[in-house]
């Protein structure tokens, strides 16, 4: 240092005291690290360093990385440590082949602690895998691989961005982009496919910054298929304590998943992805470890703060065989909670629960999906639910389907604090419902309906309370026959509803109605709001199966010719109803008069 006294002095020596200590770190580095260089590797991308590369990566020491590296073949790494400062890996030919046919990676590193700063280009080249790493607790960071082509059909060997095998696994900044594997209709999950990066027998994952671009599976002419795909394959069936957290993630065009799960714990956040490829069937799929489909495993997932955005103009992926595959943003087999995730869809599901299956001899296994949705924004199409149990809290759906579940007749479903908006006015669709089996609960919510045939059917057993029902037509025409319909074998109670007709012109015939009944149905305090009183609040279908309860509400706006009809409190009417719409036994007070009547034998008597 500087000999003197004054701020001038100080900052002097501050600096000098500074740049000794980034010497030593240089000097330590120059100590701990070799380069390519050492062994005759000019870096300029085009000079072949493969034989300086293979030299540095086997040394055993740590690695770093400064230029573009040109290679023709396969590059096998004890390397610790392998750092670059923008460092790229350039594919100059197409590798050779292992014992079994298929193809060598690009770099294979065994041991490896941590890997960073480096780009793989591999020029369309035939790849297997691109970084293989395995034997190890690795960290990746800021790692890039583009453009594999796997133009291979005998062999189902599939293509990997990226290969990691360990037991804690940090990714921290990983990029994919054009892979593509060539189809040989032989293709199974995760075997012969494109996959931007996988991950296997971990114990913890934690992965983040992530981006997947144009990932596919294209047959011998190069059209994109629908063939198992993702841009990041997550394989975990034997550790039941194994966790992998992925955040941060973004894609586009990335084959049949974004996000392929098949593990027992998962969490899921800030995900943006976007698709217009008919070859996606969900932007998250989460499965069953290992597979397993025999009700002894299950996914538990948590999904947040994700966007969806679906363009593509098919409602199904159809694979090599041309079976039709229904597309959906997130596909559920196993368990999962999602928050705060909006979808923006065309033709696709929002969310699918995947149905129970069976052992072959009639016995449910349950390996269908239990899910929660919260604040969740849902597109045309919403929830298929076929699996166990599903929740929906405070969220909003703009729907062709709301929530449709045409399976699982023992599925429960909750919905609190939904908005449903049919578009009315603005898309008419020629159908909109929500088809609901098993038992429903439905509280504090509003069900616009807007179309020619927009609906609600119930099933099972169902509970609704606070539920406003708007409904309105469009183009002139009337709104549905029905807006709410209680199916045969339905038990349904419905409790402080309120139904707003206002903007729903006068329906031409005389069985118009907003709720239809063929089941059992308890109607209690239900008001409405609209300029038409020719319109049935409730009708007993036809089939004679309605068992129709009615507690304070209005009797006029009830039609019983079939079925049966209880009013346990006589109501008060401004006129005696109509004779042929009420059996026997009902009983009204008329205003006029105060007096009881009662119908009895097709006729109003007064009783007194």
């Known amino acids: 240092p500087i000999v003197g006294e004054g701020a001038f002095i100080d900052e002097v020596n501050r600096v000098i005291e500074e740049t000794e200590d980034a010497l030593v770190k240089v000097q330590q580095t120059v100590k701990d690290y070799i380069t390519p260089e050492m062994f005759g590797a000019v870096g300029d991308g085009v000079t ?3 034989d300086a590369l293979s030299v540095a990566l086997k040394s055993g020491k740590k690695v770093l990385l400064q230029g573009t590296y040109a290679i023709r073949d396969s590059l096998e790494s004890t390397a610790s440590h392998i750092i670059g400062e923008s460092a790229k890996l350039v594919l100059l030919e197409d590798l050779p082949e ?3 046919g298929r193809v060598f990676p690009v770099l294979d590193c065994k041991g490896l602690v941590e890997l960073s700063g480096v780009e793989l280009e591999c020029n369309e080249k035939t790849v297997f895998v691109g970084i293989k790493i395995t034997e190890s607790n690795p960290t990746i960071k800021n790692v890039c ?5 796997n133009v291979r059909t005998d062999v189902p060997s599939g293509v990997f961005g990226t290969y990691i095998s360990g037991g804690k696994i940090v990714i921290d900044g990983y990029t994919a982009s054009h892979i593509y594997a060539t189809s040989n209709n032989k293709i199974a999950d995760g075997v012969g496919a ?27 002419d190069g059209k994109i298929v629908f063939e198992d795909a993702a841009g990041i394959y997550i394989a975990n069936g034997s550790n039941e304590s194994a966790n992998a957290v992925i955040s941060c993630v973004k894609g586009k065009n990335f084959g049949k998943r974004l996000i392929k799960a098949q593990s027992y714990h998962v969490s899921i956040d800030n995900v943006f992805a976007t698709n217009e490829m008919g070859d996606v069937l969900s932007f998250i799929g989460i499965l069953p470890p290992g597979g397993s489909t025999d009700g002894t495993k299950r996914a538990y997932a948590t999904i947040s703060n994700c966007t969806f955005i679906d363009t593509c103009a098919d409602e199904y992926a159809v694979d090599s065989e041309g079976n039709k595959n229904l597309r959906r943003c997130i596909a559920l087999t196993g368990d999962a909670k999602v928050n705060n995730c909006r979808f923006v869809t065309t033709n696709c599901f929002c969310a699918t629960l995947e149905p129970r299956v069976t052992d072959g001899n009639g016995v449910v296994l349950d390996v269908g999906a239990n899910a929660s949705f919260s604040n969740c924004e849902f597109g045309i199409y919403g929830i298929l639910h076929q699996g166990n149990d599903l929740d929906v809290l405070d969220c909003t759906f703009k729907s062709k389907i ?21 578009l009315s006015g603005k898309n008419p669709f020629t159908y909109q419902y929500n088809t609901l089996k098993g038992s429903c609960f439905i509280e504090n919510s509003i069900i616009e309906a807007g179309t020619n045939v927009s609906k609600t059917i119930l099933y099972g057993a169902a509970r609704l309370s606070n539920v406003v029902f708007t409904v309105e037509n469009v183009d002139g025409r009337p709104n549905a ?22 903007k729903a012109s006068e329906a031409s015939g ?23 009183n020719s319109i049935y609040i409730v009708y007993n279908d036809s089939i004679g199966t309605g068992n129709l309860t009615v507690k304070n509400m209005p009797i006029n706006r009830i039609n019983s010719t079939y079925g049966s009809l209880s009013v346990p409190q006589p109501p008060y009417v401004d006129a005696l109803p109509g004779k042929s719409r009420y059996p026997d036994g009902v009983s009204v007070v008329l205003k006029t008069d105060g007096k009881l009547y009662t119908k009895t034998n097709g006729e109003w008597v007064s009783v007194g």
């Open 402 to 422: 709301g929530i449709h579940n045409n399976l699982t007749p023992t599925g429960k479903t909750t919905l609190k604090n939904i908005k449903m908006n049919w």
């Open 510 to 532: 005389a069985t118009y109605k907003y709720i239809l009944n063929k089941g059992k149905l308890l109607v209690d305090d239900v008001e409405t709001k609209d300029d038409n």
């Open 48 to 50: 072949d360093d493969t």
């Open 194 to 220: 494109a996959n931007g990066i996988c991950v296997s027998g971990y114990d913890d994952l934690s992965a983040s910054n992530l981006t997947f671009e144009e990932i596919h599976t294209i047959d011998a």
């Open 98 to 100: 292992d014992s079994k």
């Open 145 to 149: 691989v583009h453009h594999i082509k």
């Open 481 to 502: 026959d029905s807006f709410l319909t209680v199916e045969a074998g339905a038990d349904v109670v419905m409790n402080k509803v309120y139904i707003d007709a206002v």
